[in-house]
Nanobody, 127 residues
């Protein structure tokens, strides 16, 4: 499976962006798909994940209520709508796919279970 993240850019505080994660060379409908981000000098951190199509969704506390993750069951694409962006959201955003079993284990917030990673897309929020 190859993942391609896109949709990043330079925006101002309060603006919105929509990130896309498109899979190729394999289907991701049976995978959990997560978004992580990494700011300069910081560790990669969990942002959001979607499992079991659109039934189970998980969010980091810092983005809950502002970000929405979704997927189209008929396609190999996962989106993340990001609203009310803040300078603290500035980072490289990565999408990743993990076996659906992480939904049961609860380890969707850690990087270890994710087998496939996209190349990342830069999001910069100016104040």
């Amino acid at each position: 499976v190859q993942l391609q993240a896109s949709g990043g850019g330079l925006v101002q505080t309060g603006d919105s962006l929509r990130l896309s994660c498109e899979a190729s060379e394999g289907a991701i409908s049976s995978y959990c798909v997560g978004w992580f981000r990494q700011a300069p000098g910081k560790e990669r951190e969990f942002v959001a994940a979607v499992c079991r199509r659109n039934i189970k969704k998980y969010y980091a506390p810092s983005v809950k209520g502002r970000f929405t993750i979704s997927r189209d069951s008929d396609s190999n694409t996962v989106w993340m709508e990001m609203n009310s962006l803040e300078p603290e959201d500035t980072a490289v955003y990565y999408c990743a796919a993990a076996p659906y079993t992480i939904d049961y284990s609860g380890y969707y917030y850690t990087t270890a279970p994710y087998d496939y990673w996209g190349q990342g897309t830069q999001v910069t929020v100016s104040s």
